[in-house]
């Protein structure tokens, strides 16, 4: 079956530091590009960093500085580093694999991990 599962959410203080994992399996992983999206308690859900299949990284502005993504196609995973943690930062944290921003047919999508900071 195509599916993403993360991993690695929990509860940290301020300032601290998270690594998110997320294992692919059911498809192709090194021809898709991978992204980390959040969605934060009655909010949209917003985008976060992505790594294309070519290796190349883009964040939006509130992840840059303090967020890398990576990806490992030998093991099928993508991960974010977080440091720096902030209260707002708090959300569900989904990954998905896709391959066009507007042909979303093959697009797959995580079950999501929870990261709660807060002191």
């Known amino acids: 079956q195509v599916q993403l599962v993360e991993s690695g959410g929990g509860l940290v203080q301020p300032g601290g530091s998270l690594r998110l994992s997320c294992a692919a399996s059911g498809f192709t992983f090194s021809t898709y590009h991978m992204s980390w999206h959040r969605q934060a308690p009655g909010k949209d859900r917003e985008f976060v960093a992505v790594?294309?299949?070519?290796?190349?990284?883009n964040y939006a502005d509130f992840a840059k500085g303090r967020f890398t993504i990576s990806r490992d196609n030998a093991r099928n995973t993508v991960s974010l580093q977080m440091n720096s943690l902030k209260p707002e930062d708090t959300a569900v944290y989904y990954c998905k694999a896709w391959t066009s921003l507007t042909n979303f047919r093959t697009d797959v999508w995580g079950q999501g991990t929870l990261v709660t900071v807060s002191s």
């Open positions: 790594i294309t299949r070519d290796q190349i990284t």
